[in-house]
């Protein structure tokens, strides 16, 4: 019996996996289902987060147009928003590569020192790692470590009917950027000084290149006393992310077409692009912002909030579904995309 | 400028890449150095431990031989081994994998199901991860948190003259088998339904495919009252092991050849393959046993631990080296290796 992986598709496989997993260690708060795992190792009030990640070369980054310095610090952007995601702060973290003969020292130094300012933002020391050869591509795992205070920890699974949905920043736009890269990349191959046309664009390849974790907004939560009921990090999308928090939750979501923050620059490119901005946000992935969701009672803390952080919708009972209200009123389903192929 | 890694070897390139990492987060004991980053929560004498590895297929494994089960086993055993080898106990585990479309659902719930095997036997729960796709092989990464009593931890670099050095188990049988596999699979490339000739050497097969993490030594250290001055994980092969032991405590150490656990098994494939196994156990690598050093005055206590453990050497002041005394009493340098090529 051969069952193929595209049958089941990422989160498939992953419930697949994971379905018998049961946590027996007394220190395990809870093992898989979230953002990180948590972990109380009797610190009083303090909870122990762990998290992690892997970007593989030919899939998730593509070195002919990826600076080695902008990749180390998406990798500590990549693992540290998960940790953010628990509304906890990352403390330590590990580096693990896997590296090909066509990388020199000085390349491996460029992405340290990306990884290095990443974590210096973040107060996170870089703490650790592995190294071995691959006869590949380059291979990154990332894993952090951070901590949250038991009475501050933000679950999936919170999140209640009439709360509201909530944004860090405009979607799309690094999903945008690689489209922007993709298309220079193509179009270049064969010249030789190549001169990539980005003029316009370099928000879009911010986004894409050099993505920060969003510990200022997880401080403005604290100080403005907001503990949201729901959080994770967006990085299949919105769409797949909420429908996390709606499975995790049990309930439904509205999110309104008219309040998805969209970039001047990601609307551009994609009417250059024929790609079709909204489906950018829903489904692009790479952004990693935040969605959380806060009671109703909240809006007007949460606009005080500023930093990007945007109401695009709230939570409705479960049998409602997840969907995206267009101006007219309709309701389209929200789909769970997987894997980039 | 561009200098190759191969210039500078894989603990060079470490060393480089990481000589100007410094920890500042409070919570931060130890940063990169040691097999575990070493943490502080405020959990009273409990601190906290982080290590991660990676494992990429056609560099640390070979699926055409490879079992699934065999190999979640085992990418379990060399995430835990650091943990213990700081004589901590591993708590969670994160498995990360990079996918390859050859790889079917049932593949990986093997892989899974040997993951969670070896985690059951540790105690230690499986706690997340990261699933991606790979365009090349299979790519895993496993980072694995423990706790140690402050007490209680034991470190690369507390090694002091006299002290006795110690492995957990005879060396050179992983790497023996290692080779004992690619012989069989050169000689059945093209046979329709081979046979490979194992008989007589399953002890090899198993300590490279299903090598077991020593939570029976470090339970029996503390059962014994033997606190370790310095402890290491075998994974590069005693010589680069024990050179880091002394390179961290500031010592040299003689190793007598004469003592050096050699199983039968090893000593006889080595001579049908033309093998120096003395060489198999210094550089072989991939053991995972634990390489220790305790006082001159608990040569009676080590005895008493069984479980393989052999006394091979003491540690000796810096200026004398690392060497291997033969049986004519002739010094031979250790010296370092890295990644397997």
């Given amino acids: 019996m051969r069952t193929e992986i595209a049958e089941l598709g990422e989160f498939g496989l ?3 996996l994971t379905k018998d997993i049961t946590a027996t260690n007394p220190a395990t708060v809870k093992g898989v289902g979230d953002d990180a795992a948590v972990m109380d190792f009797g610190a009083g009030d303090t909870l122990v987060l762990l998290s992690s990640d892997m970007l593989l070369e030919g899939v998730d980054f593509d070195l002919t147009w990826f600076p080695l310095r902008h990749l180390g610090y998406k990798a500590v952007t990549v693992g540290a928003s998960d940790i953010l995601a628990m509304n906890g702060t990352p403390t330590q973290l590990t580096l693990s590569l896997g590296i090909s003969a066509k990388l020199s020292v000085e390349d491996l130094e460029e992405l340290y020192a990306g990884a290095r300012a990443a974590c210096g933002e973040l107060g996170c020391d870089l703490a650790g790692g592995d190294t071995t050869a691959s006869v590949t591509g380059l291979a990154i795992a990332v894993s952090v470590v951070g901590t949250v205070p038991r009475d501050r920890i933000a679950w999936r699974g919170g999140a209640s ?8 920043r405009d979607l799309g736009a ?15 191959a064969e010249v030789e000084n190549p001169r990539p046309q980005f003029e316009g664009y370099e928000y879009l390849l911010e986004r894409q290149l050099r993505p920060r974790a969003r510990k200022d907004v997880i401080d403005a939560l604290a100080a403005e006393g907001i503990l949201p009921t729901a959080m994770i990090d967006i990085s299949d999308g919105l769409a797949s992310d909420l429908l996390q928090i709606c499975k995790s939750s049990g309930c439904g979501a509205r999110v309104y077409l008219d309040r998805l923050p969209i970039a001047r620059e990601s609307h551009a490119l994609a009417e250059e692009l024929h790609i079709d901005p909204v489906v950018a946000a829903l489904n692009g992935g790479d952004d990693h912002e935040l969605l959380f969701t806060v009671p109703l009672g909240m809006r007007e803390r949460v606009a005080r909030l500023g930093l990007g952080v945007e109401i695009v919708g709230h939570i409705t009972p479960a049998p409602a579904g997840a969907a995206l209200v267009t101006p007219d009123g309709s309701n389209v389903p929200l789909r769970a995309q997987g894997f980039r192929e």
């Fill in 161 to 168: 009917e009439n709360d509201l949905v909530c944004i860090t």
């Fill in 14 to 16: 992953i419930d697949r």
């Fill in 174 to 188: 690094a999903y945008l950027g690689l489209h922007l890269l993709e298309r220079e990349r193509r179009a270049l």
